[in-house]
């Protein structure tokens, strides 16, 4: 998926370049300002998609974590429990089957989701950046987002034959996360000079941003969907024999840090305005429980700057 929404960006960005505009920002009538002059504090909107890396998607397969963060075993799992971990989890499997009696199915760790994958998620933020000059300037940024993991889990109904096995149901389990971002970094517009010295004015220049960021994770849901029969069941929320709420799960948190780097393409939209397209690669660290994984992260942003 990262790979179509990269080619997507880079096609938009071969007809942005194609664009020929000639913007000019000016100040009080007087005519074009001054690279120099753009000298100051600015402020925008971040927005985009956010591709979290699947290496850390399997945190929500079902297994859960003990109060220390550390992951349990198949037979105190929370799907395990899910499923068959009481007499009224059994009665609710057997419905999700069809009504078959507890003894007609069964459910090991061979059931277990194998592979759980993250889609992107919806990012939106504040940008605030300093310019020295019209190609140079920090800037920092603090965004959240919700990234999603599902995958698939089975349970096996049992019809007689031997080898066992042999009728599959699958379900769906789903897990979702909270992220904020915090950046610091660079931001560096290139080719003006060029484009300067064939007596253009572009509005449209590439730039690249370099820097470094912190990830806050939290831990935010992991439930199973049994179908219309049964409906969702959600893995934090523990009972006992008798059906009576017990406990709930420790809801974890962590924090790392990390850098990234951006490629993208500067809009200059009439006085006030500049728009960044871009793409983001960022190396975070993600640390929740037991976990704490440094991956690779990617993002397609748009921020757009009030000049």
């Known amino acids: ?31 074009p300002v001054s690279p120099d002059s753009v000298k100051g504090l600015y402020f925008g909107l971040n927005l ?46 057997s419905d999700a089957l069809g009504g078959i009696t507890a003894d007609e199915w069964r459910f090991d760790e061979s059931d277990m989701p194998l592979q759980m994958t993250f889609g992107g998620s919806f990012l939106y933020g504040a940008h605030m ?33 031997p080898l066992g096995n042999d009728n599959l149901e699958s379900f769906g389990i789903r897990g979702e996360e909270q992220r904020l971002l915090i950046t610091l970094g660079i931001h560096r517009v290139l080719g003006r000079k060029a484009a300067t010295a064939r007596g253009k004015t572009p509005s449209i220049l590439p730039y690249f941003d370099l820097g470094f960021n912190a990830t806050f994770s939290k831990f935010e849901a992991n439930f199973i969907n049994l179908g219309d029969l049964a409906g969702n069941v959600d893995l934090t929320v523990f009972f006992n024999n008798q ?65």
């Not at 920092?140 to 599902?150: A, D, L, Q």
């Not at 994984?293 to 921020?303: M, N, P």
């Open 48 to 93: 985009g998609v956010y591709f979290a890396n699947n290496k850390t998607a399997n945190f929500y397969d079902g297994y859960g974590y003990s109060r220390d963060g550390g992951k349990l075993g198949f037979t105190n799992s929370w799907l395990n429990l899910a499923i068959q971990g009481s007499p009224q989890a059994q009665n609710r499997t």
């Open 243 to 307: 059906g009576q709420f017990t406990d709930a799960a420790n809801i974890l948190t962590g924090a790392g840090v990390g850098g990234f780097a951006a490629l993208g393409m500067q809009i200059t939209i009439g006085r006030k305005f500049t728009i960044d397209l871009g793409y983001v690669a960022s190396f975070e660290q993600i640390n929740l429980g037991e976990l704490n994984q440094r991956a690779l992260q990617s993002q397609i942003v748009l921020k757009a700057i009030y000049m």
């Open 1 to 31: 998926m990262n790979k179509r929404f990269i080619t997507l960006f880079i096609s938009l960005c071969g007809v942005f370049s194609q664009v020929q505009g000639q913007v000019y920002n000016y100040a009080d009538g007087e005519g």
């Open 129 to 161: 950046r300093y310019m020295f000059n019209s190609d140079f300037g920090l800037f920092s940024e603090i965004y959240g987002t919700n990234p999603v993991t599902t995958g698939q889990f089975t349970i096996q109904k049992q019809t007689g034959n």
